[in-house]
Every structure is written in structure tokens, then in C-alpha cells.
């Protein structure tokens, strides 16, 4: 048995980061057949295509031979005196390893839910006077502190099925890299290029087209080795970004082959 936070617990045991991971193990034995050791283990693994990284693997042996206990039939409780206190993270299995028989290894496997308490840290100075004020958030020209910019990518296209054009976008996203769920992710896109329909195609609020990618892959028995190609992958896309013109351009700028539109992305809350 395993006992998950009470508030968080709905379909499994589920912990948060930082707390203890409680629970006990029933042993009821119809026959004659002694036990050599109760053992607990809790694993975490990342799974990149076909490889796994195992970043925790803590055991702890609630039965130790060592202390003369057996059971020969009957019932037997048994637990951690003191459950341990683990930090940990993405992936968890427990392993329940009862081994009747020294020739034997016996597993009883079971997911655990998991939530991080991750805080993230400080937006820049300018973006949090812009919140204190009440103002339009800094783009990356007054504020370079505070965004992350990313290689400028090349557009290439038919404008109206015609005319062949070309622009460049680059995107900014608000540093830090983390963000609470249910939040937003501050956004700047940049358009350029040399052709003035172009651009106030591309810079229209609703041409751009932003939005996060998480991928899954897995196996449903995934403490086996097998075949990568039997991997299954699973996508999820969040709500597409809103944008709207940006105030950061100078007038005197207005009218040349750039421009500039400000956005954000609002997180799910899973």
C-alpha cells in the first residue's frame, strides 16, 4: 500500500517534489515457502527514442535476511521505520521485489503519480517595472536583458499564388526559460523583408502561427528492452499565440522593410 497526498491522489498515489514517499507491504503466504528479503525500489528513468537514462534508483530493504525473520505461512506487516525523503522527477516507477525463493524474483510494479514544485525565477528589472506600472512589456531592443532570440528563419512563398517573395522572422521569448503553468509566455517576432506587401501579409495578427509541441514516446512495458521502431509517439499542441502590433518600432521606422509584432502563450494547466 502505498499512501499519496490525499488532495492529489485521484486515480494513483501521487507525491509532490520534496515530500516522503509513506507506504507498507502486506505478506500473506498459503504455503510452507520462506521469504529472504522485502525489498522497495523507486526509479526514475528518461526515455529518449530507444535509449534510458536512469537518474534515481533508490532501494530500501524492509525484510533483511540478515535478521533472522521468516515467514513460513501465515500474515506479516512490514514498513520503513523511517520513509525516505527523496527528490525526484518526469518518470517513476515502484518496484515491490518479493523473492520466495532465492531461484526467484517476483515483481509487483506500480506508477505513481508525480508533481515538480518548481518556482521560476525573476522576470528582468524593465519587464517587472512594465508589470508594477501597469505598461506594455520592453521588447528585446530596450530590454536585450530580458528575452531569448532565436536564429533569424528564412520564408519563402507565393503572395497571392503569384509573386514569388522572401522574409525573415525572429522570434523572442521572455527569459527566464521557465514558466508556471496556467501562465503566459511573453512573445516578439520580428518580420523582415524587402517587399511591402509582404510584409503587412506577414505581419497581420493572425498569420503568424506559434504554438508548443510536446511529444511523448513510449512502450507500454517499458522496463523491457524492445524493438525502438515498436515506440509509439504521442503529440500534444497548446492553444495558438495571440499577437497583436508592437509599440517598440520608432515612427521613423514605420514605413521601412521591418516589423515588429508583440504576443504571448498561454500554458496548459497540465
Known amino acids: 500500500m502505498l499512501y499519496g497526498d490525499s488532495k492529489l491522489s485521484k486515480q ?8 516522503k514517499v509513506h507506504g507498507k507491504v502486506k505478506v500473506d503466504l498459503t504455503s510452507g515457502e520462506s521469504i529472504n528479503a522485502v525489498v522497495v525500489t523507486i ?13 534515481l534508483d533508490y532501494s530500501q530493504t524492509l525484510w533483511p535476511e540478515s ?48 508533481i515538480p514544485i518548481i518556482r ?5 528589472r524593465l519587464r517587472q517595472l512594465a508589470y508594477e506600472e501597469t505598461t506594455p512589456i520592453p521588447g528585446p531592443v ?13 520564408v519563402v512563398g507565393k503572395l497571392y499564388n503569384r509573386q514569388f517573395v522572401d522574409a525573415t522572422c525572429t522570434l523572442s521569448i521572455a527569459l527566464p526559460l521557465s514558466y508556471t503553468r496556467g501562465s503566459v509566455i511573453p512573445l516578439h517576432l520580428v518580420i523582415q523583408s524587402h517587399d511591402v506587401r509582404t510584409l503587412d501579409v506577414l505581419s497581420s495578427p493572425l498569420a503568424a502561427v506559434c504554438r508548443l509541441r510536446r511529444t511523448f514516446r513510449f512502450h507500454p512495458e517499458e522496463h523491457r528492452t524492445v524493438d525502438p ?11 495558438l499565440a495571440t499577437w497583436w502590433p ?25
Open 120 to 124: 521560476p525565477g525573476p522576470p528582468s
Open 67 to 114: 535478521t533472522g525473520q521468516k515467514t513460513t505461512r501465515g500474515r506479516s506487516d512490514c514498513g520503513p521505520k523511517d520513509a525516505p525523503d527523496l527528490k525526484f522527477s518526469n518518470f517513476l516507477k515502484l518496484f515491490w521485489n518479493a523473492m520466495p525463493k532465492p531461484a526467484y524474483n517476483t515483481k509487483i510494479i506500480t506508477p505513481i503519480g508525480y
Open 142 to 154: 530596450a530590454d536585450p536583458e530580458g528575452w531569448f532570440s532565436l536564429p533569424p528563419c528564412p
Open 229 to 239: 521502431k515498436l515506440r509509439k509517439d504521442e503529440i500534444e499542441h497548446s492553444e
Open 246 to 270: 508592437s509599440d517598440e518600432l520608432p515612427r521613423p521606422e514605420k514605413e521601412t522593410f521591418k516589423r515588429m509584432l508583440d504576443g504571448e502563450l498561454l500554458l496548459p494547466l497540465t
Open 12 to 19: 494513483l498515489p501521487t507525491f509532490t517534489e520534496g515530500s
Open 43 to 55: 526509479r526514475g528513468q528518461l526515455i529518449s527514442g530507444s535509449t534510458f537514462d536512469t537518474f
